[in-house]
């Protein structure tokens, strides 16, 4: 794996997580205001006033820092909703996704990764391991428990659900020709749903 693809190493102790903190912090504060393309690791080193050489210790790569900074944000806004029923499982993890993706700084970190794996198409296997299938997992489980519970059919290709859920979703956001919300969460779900009930 060269330096594109490389991951955070996870650096120990209480002063290493202040400075971690403070440096997601300041990411995030360059990405929330001018975006991927203004971020450098020397103005997250910076404005955070941690030393850079600390800094690289924890992410020897910008798409590295924005990945954890994606998934921190993911950890927080993520979760499986689990209500019983796929249609209102699903919605709630569009839903969520749509959040994280409009109304947080991972939205900025997610556009600038995207880049990021196509720039350097080596990074696409961490991009793809770290956040595709967290996010994958997460729809995958509540689809698994669809099917035991008979709300969807037995043979359906979930991957095939997950990717025409996953990649609606991501078009819109690339493209910003439509808006990303709740009617929207809704509308996928119920056309997706469609091709898969028993």
């Known amino acids: 794996m060269d330096t594109a693809t490389t991951l955070p190493r996870r650096v120990r102790g209480p002063r290493a997580e202040s400075s971690r903190a403070r440096l997601l912090a300041a990411a995030a504060d360059v990405l929330g205001r001018e975006g991927y393309t203004a971020l450098t690791m020397e103005r997250v080193a910076a404005a955070s006033g941690v030393a850079k050489t600390t800094l690289y210790r924890h992410w020897p790569t910008k798409a590295a820092l924005c990945m954890d900074l994606y998934l921190d944000e993911a950890g927080h806004e993520l ?31 997610f556009l600038g990764l995207v880049a990021e794996a196509q720039i350097h198409p080596s990074s696409r296997d961490a991009f793809l391991a770290e956040f595709a299938e967290r996010r994958r997992g997460l ?30 979703t991501t078009f819109r956001l690339l493209q910003g020709h439509a808006p990303l919300d709740a009617r929207f969460a809704k509308a996928l779900v119920a056309l997706v749903l469609d091709g898969a009930r028993p």
Not at 83 to 88: K, L, N, P, Q, S
Not at 146 to 166: E, F, N, S, Y
Request: glycine letters at 8%.
């Open 79 to 109: 979760a499986d909703p689990d209500t019983g029923d796929v249609r209102r499982d699903l919605e709630a993890i569009v839903s969520d996704v749509v959040r994280l993706q409009t109304r947080t700084v991972a939205g900025a970190a």
């Open 139 to 168: 729809t995958r489980k509540v689809l698994r428990r669809a099917v035991a519970r008979r709300q969807l059919r037995r043979g359906v290709d979930l991957d095939l659900v997950i990717d025409a859920i996953g990649g609606a």
